[in-house]
C-alpha cells in the first residue's frame, strides 16, 4: 500500500509568488491533516479536512493560506504571495475513516524555501 | 504554559542504555497520546499509541501514562545508535481531532 504521498518535495519560490502543495492520502482514508514545521521548531496543526469540508482551521493564518479536499483528487494547501516566513517543512497526514483507528500517518513533506 | 511541553534535551545515553523520554500536558480533557520519532530532514513516524492509564509496550518501546498527573513517558531499553532522532510527543482532545505536538526531544545513543 502507498503511503501519504505529498508533491513537490521541494519547492523554491521568490518572495510574492504562490505556492500550491499537493498531498494524496492513504487509499482509503477521508481525514486530511496539514502540519508545519518551522526551521528549529515543533510540529504546528494548521487545518484538518475531510472530503469537501474544512473541519478545522484553527491554526491556519488568517490571510494568504487556504486549503481544500476536493471529492476527487489531492489535498492542496495554497499560498499566496509567499514571504521569507513561510520557508518551511509542510506535512500532510491522514487518518482511516474507520472508528478505532484514528493515528495519523505522516506523507515526507514538502520543503518550501522563499527567496 | 505549552500546552505539551518535553523534557528538554538533548539527551545522550550509552548503547545498550534505558532511555527515558518525558511529557507533560495542559489539557485535562485529551483522550489519545502518541510518540513520534523524527529523524533529522525526514518526516515523523509513528512509535506508539496509548489511550489508558498504565503501560503499554512493544518491543523495545514502553509507553506510560498518568491522566491524573497529566504525564505520558516513553522509556527505549537496550537503546541502539539507530534510535537517535527527534521524539516527538503528540496530544490529541477529541476523535480525528488536530494533533499537539511538543518541542521534541534530541536524542542520541552513542556507542
Known amino acids: 500500500n502507498a503511503g501519504v504521498m505529498q508533491n513537490p518535495r521541494h519547492l523554491v519560490r521568490r518572495r510574492g509568488q504562490e505556492a500550491r502543495l499537493r498531498c494524496s492520502p492513504v487509499?482509503?482514508?477521508?481525514?486530511v491533516y496539514w502540519y508545519r514545521q518551522l526551521p528549529e521548531e515543533g510540529l504546528k496543526f494548521m487545518v484538518y479536512?475531510?472530503?469537501?469540508?474544512?473541519?478545522?482551521e484553527s491554526g491556519m493564518p488568517k490571510e494568504r493560506f487556504s486549503a481544500e479536499f476536493p471529492k476527487e483528487g489531492p489535498s492542496i494547501l495554497r499560498i499566496q504571495q509567499v514571504v521569507r516566513g513561510d520557508s518551511a517543512a509542510y506535512f500532510c497526514?491522514?487518518?482511516?475513516?474507520?472508528?478505532?483507528?484514528?493515528?495519523?500517518?505522516f506523507g515526507p513533506g514538502t520543503r518550501l524555501l522563499v527567496l | 504554559q505549552k500546552e505539551v511541553e518535553q523534557n528538554s534535551g538533548p539527551l545522550s545515553v550509552p548503547e545498550g542504555a534505558i532511555a527515558s523520554l518525558n511529557c507533560t500536558y495542559s489539557d485535562r480533557v485529551s483522550q489519545s497520546f502518541f510518540w513520534y520519532r523524527q529523524y533529522s530532514g525526514k518526516s515523523p513516524e509513528l512509535i506508539m499509541s496509548i489511550y489508558s492509564n498504565g503501560d503499554k509496550e512493544d518491543g523495545r518501546f514502553t509507553a506510560q501514562l498518568n491522566k491524573a498527573s497529566q504525564y505520558v513517558s516513553l522509556l527505549i531499553r537496550d537503546s541502539q545508535p539507530s534510535d537517535s532522532a527527534t521524539y516527538l510527543c503528540?496530544?490529541?482532545?477529541?476523535?480525528?481531532?488536530?494533533?499537539?505536538f511538543g518541542q521534541g526531544t534530541i536524542l542520541t545513543v552513542h556507542p
Open positions: 503528540a496530544v490529541r482532545g477529541t476523535s480525528y481531532g488536530k494533533l499537539t
Open positions: 487509499k482509503g482514508h477521508s481525514h
Open positions: 479536512l475531510q472530503k469537501e469540508n474544512i473541519i478545522d
Open positions: 497526514a491522514s487518518s482511516p475513516s474507520i472508528t478505532g483507528d484514528e493515528t495519523q500517518y
